[in-house]
């Protein structure tokens, strides 16, 4: 069967983009190396980080979604810790609850519940 495995980001600070991912949202790594980092959460898609240049970091056009148990604990801790949101978490008409802030190379990234 077909299915899609995971996500894979180039990013400027592999060590800051895995305190972003794993020690403030809380995903878990999967798979570490150098220059390399696989994180994921309970369902199994995985997201691999890769160090790249400046120059190679970025796309128009993704974002990234995070599931939480509970997103307005998510949002206070991510503040906590210094993170900017768009805005607080807000009730969205399709039943989701999404709070919009940008990971540390500046890609769009939700977390919803």
């Known amino acids: 069967m ?3 495995s ?3 980001v180039h990013v400027s ?3 800051r983009a895995k305190r972003f991912y794993v020690d403030d949202l809380g995903l878990a ?10 994180v994921g959460g309970a369902d199994g898609f995985h997201m691999g980080l890769e160090q790249r240049e400046p120059s190679q970091v970025g796309s128009v056009g993704i974002e990234i979604v995070i599931q939480v148990p ?3 604990a998510a949002y206070q801790k991510l503040v906590e810790r210094g993170h900017q949101f768009e805005a607080p978490p807000t009730d969205m008409p399709w039943g989701a609850r ?4 940008k ?3 500046g890609y769009p990234l939700s977390i919803y519940s």
């Open 103 to 105: 990971d540390p190379d």
């Open 70 to 72: 509970d997103v307005d």
């Open 13 to 15: 600070d592999l060590d």
């Open 29 to 38: 790594i999967l798979m570490e190396e150098t220059g390399y980092l696989r």
């Open 2 to 4: 077909t299915r899609l």
């Open 98 to 101: 999404h709070a919009w802030l």
């Open 6 to 8: 995971h996500l894979f």
